[in-house]
């Protein structure tokens, strides 16, 4: 499977990339919008000095609500700067170098040959972080057989089982068949789930405003068939990436309900947001070298070497 005629992720848009652009809306060379460490992930990813994180420009989702829309294509942007395959390799040490305790894949499905050759590369010079694979969970199982041997942790997103839920705010009914299928393959694959080993699934769910139901029936679904593999992180953070004021705010009442909904299905291997946080510092800006609140995040310098080149 590569860029020849593409099959990476559900669209099955089948186009050569070496000369027209995907769905994804990029080519076969890897474009990278943002590297460094990132300290706003799950605590064991994060760990003392931040995941190392590298955003990929481009997605096979183009998601009305998408936090990241400068760089995933639903603003019709294409944010990023144009890598080798050795450049992307060196970008893995270099993160490796400054401390991360994790090297952070975020949105790569549409690179994955690629990046298992960046992480062949880096492996001969002396990488050896765990390695996340951060996803939409919009995937092939095809796909990532390919990269499984690879990863450590798989940080996936379940974003609805509802075809509804899927089309009014994925921009696709068919999320909600293509997930199912990606979880069963992720936990035949890691079966257990153990931090402190970074080993494992850790799935995160966000509830969706005046879509309550759909979180209820997805926790259930997870308890009947996944808690005792995956870890979940319950996040209720909506935000409007142009503050849209016409989405209402999850409620301390319907919070209170889905902690409860939560124990009741004895799911408490995980984690979940506080909505009274300050939900405005998890936009991130990437026309600027550091997208984050600087006290969440560093930028990798050989990284900005490139970029500036």
Not at 75 to 92: A, K
Not at 176 to 205: F, N, Q, S
Not at 237 to 257: C, M, N, R, S, W
Request: glycine share 8%; aromatic share 10%; charged share 20%.
């Amino acid at each position: 499977m590569d860029y020849s005629c593409c099959e990476l992720c559900p669209n099955l848009c089948r186009v050569d990339r070496r000369k027209t652009l995907g769905v994804c809306r990029q080519s076969d060379t890897v474009r990278v919008a943002w590297a460094g460490l990132h300290r706003g992930e799950e605590p064991p990813i994060t760990g003392e000095h931040g995941s190392g994180m590298i955003f990929f420009t481009g997605c096979p989702l183009h998601c009305q609500y998408c936090q990241n829309r400068q760089i995933s294509g639903s603003d019709g942007m294409n944010i990023g700067t144009l890598i080798s395959i050795d450049e992307l390799s060196r970008i893995m040490l270099s993160l490796q170098a400054s401390g991360a305790a994790t090297l952070n894949l975020v949105t790569g499905t549409h690179f994955i040959p690629s990046i298992i050759q960046a992480l062949d590369a880096a492996a001969e010079e002396g990488f050896s972080l765990p390695v996340v694979w951060n996803s939409s969970g919009y995937e092939r199982v095809e796909a990532l057989a390919m990269i499984d041997s690879y990863i450590d942790i798989y940080l996936l997103d379940c974003k609805t089982l509802s075809h509804g839920t899927a089309s009014r705010f994925c921009g696709r009914a068919s999320y909600a068949d293509a997930i199912i299928p990606v979880m069963d393959a992720v936990r035949a694959w890691h079966p257990v789930t153990d931090m402190e080993r970074m080993k494992g699934t850790i799935l995160r769910h966000l509830v969706f405003p005046g879509e309550l139901s759909s979180t209820v029936d997805f926790l259930k679904v997870f308890s009947e068939r996944y808690k005792d593999s995956f870890f979940l992180s319950l996040m209720t953070q909506f935000v409007p990436p142009k503050g849209d004021p016409g989405f209402p705010k999850l409620t301390e009442a319907e919070y209170d309900a889905l902690v409860e909904l939560m124990d009741l299905y004895g799911i408490d291997d995980g984690f979940i947001q506080d909505p009274s946080d300050d939900d405005i510092l998890w936009i991130p800006d990437f026309t600027r070298s550091v997208p984050f609140p600087e006290p969440f995040a560093d930028p990798d310098p050989y990284f900005l070497s490139i970029r500036d080149r």
